[in-house]
Nanobody, 123 residues
Framework: VQLVESGGGSVNEGESLRVSCVASGFNFVTGRYCMAWFRQAPGKEREGVAGINAVDRTIYADSVKGRFTISRGNAKSTVYLQMNSLKPEDTGTYYC?????????????????WGQGTQVTVS
């Protein structure tokens, strides 16, 4: 199982960015998997940003509600995070996570698999 993030970069405050996560190694024929985006700023804990469950119900951290949107691509194995009206406090490494264990969506222990992360910098 492998999760690969892409699309990070450096933007100015107020601009938009979309990060992507492609998962491989799952048996996507049998259904969708819950997935999520987390982020980690220097010196801070990794925090949940947005999650999407097996029936595409979404949930967001209060800090990003109304600005970020998590969605799946046409391929079940792809998930996106559209980030609008970016703020400097959104800066961090963004990680894709997949395959829930039934815990809270924003609990890091909830996810079996993680990507390596992609850097997002807002100045």
């Amino acid at each position: 199982v492998q999760l690969v993030e892409s699309g990070g970069g450096s933007v100015n405050e107020g601009e938009s960015l979309r990060v992507s996560c492609v998962a491989s190694g799952f048996n996507f024929v049998t259904g969708r998997y819950c997935m999520a985006w987390f982020r980690q700023a220097p010196g801070k804990e990794r925090e949940g940003v947005a999650g999407i469950n097996a029936v595409d119900r979404t949930i967001y951290a209060d800090s990003v509600k109304g600005r970020f949107t998590i969605s799946r691509g046409n391929a079940k194995s792809t998930v996106y995070l559209q980030m609008n009206s970016l703020k400097p406090e959104d800066t961090g490494t963004y990680y894709c996570a997949a395959a829930c264990r039934g815990l809270s969506w924003d609990d890091r222990d909830n996810y079996k698999y993680w990507g390596q992360g992609t850097q997002v910098t807002v100045s």
